[in-house]
Nanobody
Framework: QVQLVESGGGLVQPGGSLRLSCAAS????????MHWYRQAPGKQREWVAA???????NYLDSVKGRFTISRDNAKNTVYLQMNSLKPEDTAVYYC?????????WGQGTQVTVSS
């Protein structure tokens, strides 16, 4: 069993930055690929970024160069550093841990980008 708890969301002005954290329980965290998703009001949930157990990363095109996903396996935590935020980044952000057998989600954290 893996439990995921996101934090770090909030209200930020356009151009600002936030760092989201996702703390995971369970000893298998370091073996799991980790993902960040987001869901804006009235829209489907979309994948944002991923990091493998080995540290390889991949990003949604619209966040490349602005967002950085990282992980600290000693702390069982994955991060999403978000810079140059835009109003269209406003959404609930979710952490996801999954492999072929497992699929876990956090409760989400709200990010609002507005002046």
């Amino acid at each position: 069993q893996v439990q995921l708890v996101e934090s770090g969301g909030g209200l930020v002005q356009p151009g600002g930055s936030l760092r989201l954290s996702c703390a995971a329980s369970g000893s298998i965290f370091s073996t799991l690929p980790m993902h960040w998703y987001r869901q804006a009001p009235g829209k489907q949930r979309e994948w944002v970024a991923a990091i493998t157990s080995g540290g390889s990363t991949n990003y949604l095109d619209s966040v490349k160069g602005r967002f950085t996903i990282s992980r600290d396996n000693a702390k069982n935590t994955v991060y999403l550093q978000m810079n140059s935020l835009k109003p269209e980044d406003t959404a609930v952000y979710y952490c996801n841990a999954r492999n072929v057998l497992l699929d876990y989600w956090g409760q989400g954290t709200q990010v609002t980008v507005s002046s």
